[in-house]
Nanobody, 121 residues
């Protein structure tokens, strides 16, 4: 059984920064690729960023240049800079069994409960 716990969400003004953290527990952390997704009200869950076992990162076009994903053993982080109101959503951490990173939600087998990020204009 794998458990993922996100933290670091909150309210920030546009242009500000937040860092999300995700802690995995329950079994050996590697080799698992990690991903961050988000879901805004009334919208489908979407890929934000992912990182492979070898720390190759993949980003959604909407966050490229503003967000950075990195990992440290059983922790994965999402550094979010230059935040925009459209970044407002619940952010979810997910892991998949396998070394490669993918953007599809169906590729990920374990999910956290989510953390709210609100960006005010």
């Amino acid at each position: 059984q794998v458990q993922l716990v996100e933290s670091g969400g909150g309210l920030v003004q546009a242009g500000g920064s937040l860092r999300l953290s995700c802690a995995a527990s329950g079994r050996s952390f590697s080799p698992y690729a990690m991903g961050w997704f988000r879901q805004a009200p009334g919208k489908e869950r979407e890929f934000v960023a992912g990182i492979s076992v070898s720390s190759t990162a993949l980003y959604a076009e909407s966050v490229k240049g503003r967000f950075t994903i990195f990992r440290d053993n059983a922790l994965v982080y999402l550094q979010m800079d230059s935040l925009k109101p459209e970044d407002t959503a619940v952010y979810y951490c997910a892991i998949r069994s396998g070394s490669a990173v993918y953007s599809q939600t169906s590729r990920y087998g374990y999910w956290g409960q989510g953390t709210q990020v609100t960006v005010s204009s």
